[in-house]
């Protein structure tokens, strides 16, 4: 098991999750994090310090584009292990539907 962030995390960003993991598995693109899953150690402390409720644990049902999603882009992003500030607009999309094909053009994670 890991955890993977989901599409609310998409243009929120908000890194309260950062702080807390001891391993520091955490990566950073322009419009979210990801969580690198063979580093993640399993723990969960990152899960409830999400305010956006984006993180979850891998064995929750219809993840597996999600867990994709965050394998590929923790091999490109640079890695993130200090809270910042969220972006500027995260409180409008907060809760937003659709983020994904908006941001990344695709409704399928995996194909992200």
């Known amino acids: 098991m890991t955890y ?3 599409d609310n995390c998409i243009r929120c960003k908000y890194t309260d999750c950062v702080e807390v993991c001891p391993v520091d598995c955490f990566y950073v693109g322009d419009t ?3 969580i ?6 399993d723990c969960g402390v990152c899960e409830p310090e999400c305010p956006a409720e984006a993180i979850k644990a891998d064995t929750e049902p219809a993840l597996n584009g999600w867990l994709a999603l965050n394998a590929k882009y923790s091999a490109i992003w640079p890695n993130i292990s200090e809270k910042l500030d969220p972006l500027a607009d995260a409180a409008e999309w907060d809760g937003r ?3 994904l094909e908006v941001v990344f ?3 399928d994670p995996a194909a992200a």
């Open 4 to 6: 993977v962030v989901t």
């Open 32 to 34: 979210m994090l990801v």
């Open 105 to 107: 053009g695709v409704s």
């Open 36 to 41: 690198n899953p063979d580093e993640c150690i």
């Open 97 to 99: 539907s659709g983020k």
